[in-house]
Nanobody, 126 residues
Framework: QLQLVESGGGLVQPGGSLRLSCAAS????????IGWFRQAPGKEREGVSC????????DYADSVKGRFTISRDNAKNTVHLQMNSLKPEDTAIYYC???????????????????WGQGTQVTVSS
């Protein structure tokens, strides 16, 4: 069974940092674009960041540019999201997801992703 598992969420003060991880089992991430999405209470799920299969292309939501960094380690079948300078508005459940494209492509469109993790809670509060 294909599976993505997020970890690294938790409670952090404003200005703090968290590093989220997305680990895959049952398949290799080498050929997949990996995205991070989040959903806050009462809001729609939104794209946060995405990295292409090669790692050569990335995309970030305007709200996180300069603060978040996505990276991948295909040898470990893992993708990370380093989140710095966290703000209360970053509070949400964070999901990782996988999509396969014909080319080295990055996308933040929710419907393009086929495989989803269960999510990890990130709470930014003093």
């Amino acid at each position: 069974q294909l599976q993505l598992v997020e970890s690294g969420g938790g409670l952090v003060q404003p200005g703090g940092s968290l590093r989220l991880s997305c680990a895959a089992s049952g398949f290799t991430l080498d050929y997949y674009t990996i995205g991070w999405f989040r959903q806050a209470p009462g809001k729609e799920r939104e794209g946060v960041s995405c990295i292409s299969s090669s790692g050569g292309r990335t995309d970030y939501a305007d709200s996180v540019k300069g603060r978040f960094t996505i990276s991948r380690d295909n040898a470990k079948n893992t993708v990370h999201l380093q989140m710095n300078s966290l703000k209360p508005e970053d509070t949400a459940i964070y999901y990782c997801a996988a999509a396969r494209f014909r080319v080295d492509y990055a996308s933040l469109v929710v419907t393009k992703f086929s495989y989803w993790g269960q999510g990890t809670q990130v709470t930014v509060s003093s």
